[in-house]
T-cell receptor, first 112, second 111 residues
Framework: RKEVEQDPGPFNVPEGATVAFNCTYSNSASQSFFWYRQDCRKEPKLLMS???SGNEDGRFTAQLNRASQYISLLIRDSKLSDSATYLCVVNPLTGGGNKLTFGTGTQLKVEL | EADIYQTPRYLVIGTGKKITLECSQT?????MYWYQQDPGMELHLIHYSYGVNSTEKGDLSSESTVSRIRTEHFPLTLESARPSHTSQYLC??????????FGQGTRLTVV
């Protein structure tokens, strides 16, 4: 089983739709969690950190469920410019807490 | 924005050549990482360092080697390039348990 699992998609949604991504992780002692966005042939960039209490940044909401070991990302009122691959990232305690483990990514395509 | 630089951005080189990919950062971050990513595929961790003179192999076996003599630099070396090494190589830095910042990557093609 992979340490971090995501549905690869693609998710094809119309502009203005609400879309949700889930990500599960296997290491229950994981410390920190992030969502990254990666555009085609570009480097990953931080979208938002994920806090235990949940957090929101404009149209984006991230939530963490430690009991069930999953993280979610909700995008409201999706825009064409939201089209990208969204990577779930977990900081497990393996490797002394020094490593970051990336999911395979979920591809989002927002269409007119 | 993070100050992390990778050179070269693009490299086309012949089989058997020695290659060094440079990664430098000006933020004083203790942790640095090298990832390999093929187009449309997932990131694979190949090396990481949590400080000067510390290096560890990542999750994906790689024929490359790294060094961390100074905080700012984390070069990756391939002693003898092969076509199977063709890929994008991404360097990242991190301060403690905060988020990672990525360089723009080096796109390597071995012919």
């Amino acid at each position: 089983r992979k340490e971090v699992e995501q549905d690869p998609g693609p998710f094809n949604v119309p502009e203005g739709a609400t879309v949700a991504f889930n990500c599960t992780y296997s290491n229950s002692a994981s410390q920190s969690f992030f969502w990254y966005r990666q555009d085609c042939r570009k480097e990953p960039k931080l979208l938002m950190s994920v806090y235990s209490s949940g957090n929101e940044d404009g149209r984006f909401t991230a939530q963490l469920n430690r009991a069930s070991q999953y993280i979610s990302l909700l995008i409201r009122d999706s825009k064409l410019s939201d089209s990208a691959t969204y990577l779930c990232v977990v900081n497990p305690l393996t490797g002394g807490g020094n490593k970051l483990t990336f999911g395979t990514g979920t591809q989002l395509k927002v269409e007119l | 924005e993070a100050d992390i630089y990778q050179t070269p951005r693009y490299l086309v080189i012949g089989t058997g050549k020695k290659i060094t990919l440079e990664c430098s950062q000006t933020m004083g971050h203790d942790k640095m990482y090298w990832y390999q990513q093929d187009p449309g595929m997932e990131l694979h961790l190949i090396h990481y360092s949590y400080g000067v003179n510390s290096t560890e192999k990542g999750d994906l076996s790689s024929e490359s080697t790294v060094s961390r003599i100074r905080t700012e630099h984390f070069p990756l070396t391939l002693e003898s390039a092969r076509p199977s090494h063709t890929s994008q190589y991404l360097c990242a830095t991190r301060d403690g348990n905060t988020e990672a910042f990525f360089g723009q990557g080096t796109r390597l093609t071995v012919v």
